[in-house]
Structures are given as C-alpha cells and as structure tokens.
C-alpha cells in the first residue's frame, strides 16, 4: 500500500499522499473526512496540466503538515525551474496555503489548477460504492465553488473559497500566472463544511476562527496537554518516544460527540473517528494515572446513551451500554445500526469497572453517586439480557441478524472465535473474558454499593455473586488436557477449546485462581503464544492461525497491555517485562506510534515487527499502551489516598521517573531502575 499522509482534529480527518493530493480510493478512504462523511473525495494539485511530485514532506504537527512539490517526474528534479510549497491545517475548517515559486531570472507565465470533488460519501460505503439516493448539487460563486448533497432532511456541505482571484468551474479552481524573476506566489483555500443531520439538527458547522487563531489555539492546547501530564525521565530512548507519542496522538484523538462538550477519545484513524464503547473505556483505563481528565466525560456520555428499551435492530436492551456511535447517512437511514448500536457484550461490565477504577484514583464520589443508577442497571444487565442461557455466564448472539455484528467481543471479526482445530462454534457463545469482566464489575460494583451508595446488603450479594462465578468458571473453563482456560463455551456448553491471548485479559480481571496462574503465564509467554514482539491474538498451530490474520495470529499493543497488567497482578514481574519490553521495540519501528495490530511472525524470522495491512494509526487504545505499560512497571497502584509505587523495570529501561502522578492524594512521584 502506498504510503500516506494524514492530519486530524478529532474525528475530522484529512487522508491524501505524500505529494498532498486526494485521489478516491475502493479499499481505503483518502480525502476529507467529518462525521463519517466524505466531504472532499477529490483534492489534486496540477501546474500547467502536470502532477506534482514530492521532494520531501513534514509532519509538523497533528494538525498541521508541509509539502515541498516539484511538476513532473523525478528524473527532471534536478533542474526545477519552479516549485510549489503545500502548508495545510485542520482545526474546525481545513486551510491550504499554495505558494509558487519562481526560480528562474525571467518571468514565467503559468497555470496552478485544484481539481476538486465532493462525492459525500459514508465512511460505511468507501468498500462499497454504493449509488446515492440524495441529490448533489454544484454552485459557483466569485472565487468560490460549493457542493451540497441533500436526502430529505440530511444535508451535507462542503464550500471552498480562494484568496486570490480564481476562474471557477463545477469541477475546481484554475489560477493563471505570471511570476516575477525569483517571484512567488500565494493563495489561500479555505473548505468548510456543514453536517446536518437525518433529523434536521445541526450537528456541527465548520468554526469560522482565522486559521492562524485556530493552530494557535490548538498548539497551546496541545502544549497544555502534554505539560499537564506526568513528566516522565527516563534512560531509555524508546521507550521516552513512545510515551510522548502517545500523549500527543491521545489529544488527536479527541472529539466531542455533543456541541461544545468535553471531550474523550475516539478510537482510530481512519475507520473508527468516533465513540466507541470499548475502545474509549479501554483507553481511559490505560490513561487514567496521565490524562485523567477524559474520563469524567466519557462515563457520562456512555451513562447518557445507555439502553433503556429493547430494539433488536440496534441490539440494544435494558442497562447495556453502547458499542459504536455512528454520525452518516447510513446510520441516519436506519440503513446501518449505528445510531448508537450495542452489539457488544463487554461494555456493560467495563464500564463499572472503569467507574470504580476512576474513584479509586481521582476520589470523585460526587460522579458515582450521580452514576449509581447506570451502573446498578449495568451490573443487572449481567444476569439478566447478559445471561442468555440463565447459566450464569454472559454470552452474546446478536439480535439484528441482518447487519449486526456476530462476535460481540473485542476479537470481533467472524473468525475471531473458533475451535483448536478451526471450527466456528455456535451461537450463543460465552468467551472467557467476559466472564473475568463481569467478576471484577461485580467485585468493584461491591466496593462502591458498600463505601459510596451505602447498601451494604447489596454490596455482599455482589461479593457472594463474584465468588460463585470464579468458582463456576475455573472448573468449566479450564482445559485439562492443556493446562489452560478455554477461548469460550459454545451454546451447548462445550469448550471452545483455542489457546488464544484472552487468557490474559483473565488475569487482569482477577478470576484466575492462583494455583493456576502459573500456568496461564506459562503459555502467554511459550514459542506458541509469544512471537518475540509480544502475546498473539491466537496460538501458533491452531487450526486458524495466520499471523497476518485480523484476530487470529496478530499481535495487537492494547492487548498486550492489559496482559502485562494482569502478569503483574498476579506477581509475574519478569513475564510483564517482557512484554513491555518487546512492545517499547516494536514501538521504535513505527517511529514511537505503535499501531492498531502487526503481524505475528516469529522475531526471529523477520528481525522487525512486520505492519498490518489496513491497521488504523493511530489508534487509541494502542496508544494509551505505553501509558499502561509505565504504570504497569512502577507497580502504581491507588489504595484509599495513596498511591502505591512497587517497580519492577526490565534492565533495559534503566532508570526511570515519573513526575507529577495526579490522583486524590495531589501529586507525586515515582521512579525505578530496571533489575529484571
């Protein structure tokens, strides 16, 4: 795949080359995207009838990147007589500067054209075109040329303006010049953009800031950012570009799903620019201890949208809290569920989970209180629409069979759930993981019924509830002749006997019994799980491993995270530094940003982490990894106003500091040197 280039202010994006031009694409979606619409499909830059190529580009900023272009192929760079500099910014609006320069000791007569189209299409139908049933409309205007897209009352709007004078057609802008010996020239384009939704609403309008306002703006809120954080001194080099990428891509990242809220974070470039329940809550619980303050408002808005009413076409019941939050038109047509959709079956119980981790740190009763009610419903969602087989575990099967997602956890492509040997199993289907949330929801649900709801009667039928399934699920789950614990049970309460990467996430939840978490760390650190890079999504040598597989052999960050968390957990000081180990390497290949997932190879077959395909990057989750994986190895752990600093560094950290933890107990500090 070619390489690409990308800008982004939460869930507005701008995808093009490395010359800066947009060309549609079938498989992945280049051009300027808003709320899961299309707004420029089309975005290239000629000089007279010629494309630009490349001879460097910069990215000086998330928001922000240069192009240094020369016309014609490569073989005539070396003797350029005019070259164009590209300076764009997105921030509300997406600005480009075009500057041409003249290089020659006579004038040139020239012409600068901007071929542009809007083709406003859904993010969902980038793979497949489909044919629109609204109607498009072009306008001209003086130095202007604004495409509009309308089915009944969804409206979408894309304007481009110029600063400098333009001979405007339906198809772009057309600059004829004549530059001074060693002249240059500048114009400014300004797009804006206009979402409307299905129902009438205005979601957003492009902010009318002066482009120079806006960057401003949003350096000094980055450098806010990024000063408010933990400061982090470190021996190693890595694992310090690692940490600091990942505080700048979590600001990228951030969007406000409601007008002028706070903000919290989506989950990916490209095809995730939006709220998703398991990808945010995921995020929070590894950022918590750096960048607290996108926490608060990501409970409430999934306390907000949480299911109230039965719908199948959404999959959504009574208490479960929301998978995927989608702003296009086919979402406003009811064409796709995503207006919001629930078809996954973690949420519900991670999102206690992540409302007791966030007290536990910031001390905020005042947010559990007024959340009691949403986590009450949550933790009756477990036993109750949680609980499809009255068995007492929770199992998923979706409800819209027509476009719903059949694996409602996080391995939730078709093939992310199956049998040793590759068979797919029926539905329903109870994964492990899941079972190992809803006891820790259970677990914390207690904790919080006892010291912030006062129900103590509530708070021991939780404790009794928790201690009943751990019991249940390490006698069902545990694969005897492996010494592991099942994938999952099938609808006829078989194992689902694959050797698969949830064991860890069992870990962190703490469901594991002892004398078997030995073994567990065993396997999640043998040849067949541990590629050398870090833990597999899927064992190598099952029946549907493939390490370039989506769910079944990559090796996905966030993942691996939560499994160095739950090693640590259970004392396995050198197992999760191993894995945080590999995983600040691999973070070095993709220059600090670790990626959604890279494939499974052995390391020492491809000495290099080897890129997934389509992988989104950044991607939050992957993201907050490092922050995790820091926590994890200063051992910080909050307990009533303290917080706990037991580290336990791989050697080849070294030494380690960590300014200005924020939590109930103020600020402090932590450090360690690596010893293991």
């Known amino acids: 795949m070619k390489q690409l280039v990308n800008i982004l202010d939460g869930n507005t994006f701008l995808v093009s080359d490395t010359s800066g031009d947009v060309d549609p694409s079938p498989s992945f979606p280049t051009g300027l995207f808003s709320f899961d619409t299309r707004f420029l499909s089309k975005w290239e830059l000629t000089v007279d009838g010629e494309r630009l190529h490349a001879l460097s580009f910069d990215d000086l900023q998330y928001f922000e990147s240069r192009f240094f272009l020369v016309p014609g192929e490569p073989t005539h760079y070396v003797d350029a007589k005019v070259s164009v500099i590209r300076h764009r910014t997105i921030g509300g609006s997406f600005d480009e500067w075009l500057t041409v320069l003249n290089h020659q000791e006579e004038p040139v007569e020239l012409t600068v054209r901007v071929a542009i189209e809007c083709d406003f299409a859904d993010l969902f139908e980038i793979k497949d075109v489909q044919e629109k049933a609204g109607k498009t409309a072009i306008s001209q205007a003086e130095n202007e040329l604004r495409f509009s897209y309308e089915r009944e009352t969804f409206r979408r709007e894309t304007v481009i303006s110029s600063s400098e004078p333009a001979q405007v057609d ?58 408010r954080a933990p400061k982090l001194n470190c021996d190693s080099e890595p694992l310090d570009e690692a940490y600091q990428r990942s505080l700048v891509d979590l600001a990228a990242l951030r969007y406000s799903p409601l007008a002028g809220g706070s903000k919290l974070p989506t989950a990916g470039l490209p095809w995730f620019m939006t709220l998703f329940g398991r990808d945010s809550i995921f995020t929070c619980l590894q950022a918590l201890p750096f960048t607290p303050e996108i926490v608060e408002p990501t409970l409430r808005i999934l306390a907000v949208k949480q299911g109230a009413t039965l719908d199948d076409f959404r999959d959504r019941e009574p208490g479960k809290i929301l998978h995927e939050l989608r702003y296009g038109e086919s979402a406003g047509f009811e064409e796709q569920p995503h207006s919001p959709y629930y078809g996954a079956a973690d949420t519900t119980p991670l999102f206690v989970v992540l409302l007791d981790e966030y007290e536990r740190w910031s001390g905020d009763v005042e947010l ?45 492509s078709w093939d992310g759930v199956s049998y040793r040997d590759g068979r797919l199993p029926d539905f329903p289907r109870a994964t492990c993981e899941l079972q190992g949330y809803a006891y ?10 006892r010291l912030v709801w006062g129900d103590p009667a509530y708070a021991d039928r939780l404790e009794r509830e928790a201690a009943d399934l751990k019991a249940r699920f390490n006698r069902d789950f545990w694969v005897a002749d492996g010494e592991y614990y099942a994938l999952g049970l099938a609808a006829d309460g078989g194992q689902v006997d ?179």
Not at 181 to 187: A, D, E, I, R
Not at 368 to 378: N, Y
């Open 440 to 449: 820790d929801a259970k677990v914390r649900g207690a904790r919080l019924a």
């Open 170 to 227: 339906r198809t772009g802008m057309s600059f004829p010049l004549r530059l001074d010996p060693h002249g240059s020239w500048t114009t400014h384009l300004h797009v804006k953009t206009l979402v409307q939704s299905a129902g009438g609403q205005d979601i957003r309008e492009s902010l009318q800031r002066a482009p120079s306002r806006a960057v401003a703006q949003m350096e000094e809120d980055l450098t806010e950012w990024v000063n």
């Open 368 to 412: 559990v209180r007024l959340l009691e009610e949403e986590a009450r419903a949550a933790l009756a969602w477990i036993d109750t629409y949680g609980d499809l087989l009255g068995s007492g575990y929770v199992w998923y099967e979706r409800r819209n069979t027509r476009n719903g997602l059949e694996n409602q956890c996080w391995k939730d």
């Open 498 to 676: 694959a050797l698969a990467s949830n064991m860890g996430h069992l870990l962190w939840s703490g469901i594991v019994d002892e004398s078997r978490a030995g073994k567990v760390a065993e396997h999640l650190l043998g040849p067949r799980l541990f590629s050398g890079w870090g833990v597999r999504t899927l064992a190598e040598g099952e029946g549907r491993y493939n390490p370039i597989g989506y769910h079944v052999g990559t090796v996905w960050p966030f993942d691996n995270s939560f499994i160095a968390w739950g090693l640590r957990r259970y004392g396995f000081e050198r197992e999760a530094g191993l894995i945080a180990d590999a995983m600040i390497h691999a973070a070095q290949y993709f220059q600090g940003r670790l990626p959604e997932a890279f494939a499974g190879y052995d390391r020492e077959v491809t000495k290099y982490p080897v890129q997934y395909p389509t992988a989104c990057s950044p991607q939050a989750w992957s993201s907050g990894t490092p922050l995790l994986l820091v926590r994890t190895m200063l051992g910080l752990e909050p307990h009533e106003n303290h917080l706990v600093v037991d580290p336990a560094l791989p050697r080849s950290f070294g030494r380690i500091e960590l300014l200005d933890i924020p939590g109930r107990w103020g600020r402090i500090d932590a450090s360690g040197r690596g010893r293991i």
